[in-house]
C-alpha cells in the first residue's frame, strides 16, 4: 500500500513536470514568435549621407543618433563612417542606431620646400605627419644636386597627406669622345 502511493506520488510529479515543461516551451515559443513581429534588420549605413541613413532608418521604424565625427580620407564629409550594429541584424523596432559622421579628410599645414636639401625636406615632412609621395630627378644648370626644384601639393591647407618632389640631379655631366690626331707613319701601320 505504502508503495502503491509512493508511485502515485511519482507518477503526478512527472505529469505535472511534464505539463509544467511544456507550459515553458509553450511560452518561449510564443514570446519568441511576438517578438519576432517587433524586429527587424539592421540597415548597412556605411558611406551614406545622414538624409538617406534617416530615410532608411525610419522606412524600418529606427532612429539615429550621432555620437560623432571623425577626419576620414575616403569617406566624404557628412557622410556615415561607422555604425553600432552590423547590417543584417535583429534589432527591435523603435531602437536607435548609432552612428559616427566623416569630418572629411583632415587638413594638413603643407611647408614651403622649394630651394631645401631633399634630407632636410624628409625630416621636415616626418615631423608634420607628413610622407614624401613620389621623387622625380632631373638635371638642373640652376639648381644643386639633392634640392628640391618644384612640390606638389604646393605649400598652405591640403587633404593630401603625400608631397611630390622635384629634385637636382645637379649639372649633366657631357662626355665627349675624340678620335686621336696623332700622325700614324707608314711603318706603324
Known sequence: MVNKMIRKIFKLAFYFLGFASAGFIGAFLVFKLVSMEKTVKAPFLEGKSLSEAAKLLDEKGLSM??????????????HIIKQDVIEGDNIKKGSTVKVFVSRGAPEMVIPYLEGMDLNDVKLTLESGGLEIGKITSVH????????IIAQRPLSGQSSERKVNLLVSLGTEEVFYKCPSFVKMTIEEA
Open 65 to 78: 543618433s550621432v555620437q560623432g565625427e571623425e577626419y576620414d580620407t575616403i569617406i566624404p564629409e557628412g
Open 140 to 147: 638642373s644648370g640652376t639648381v644643386a644636386k639633392n634640392i
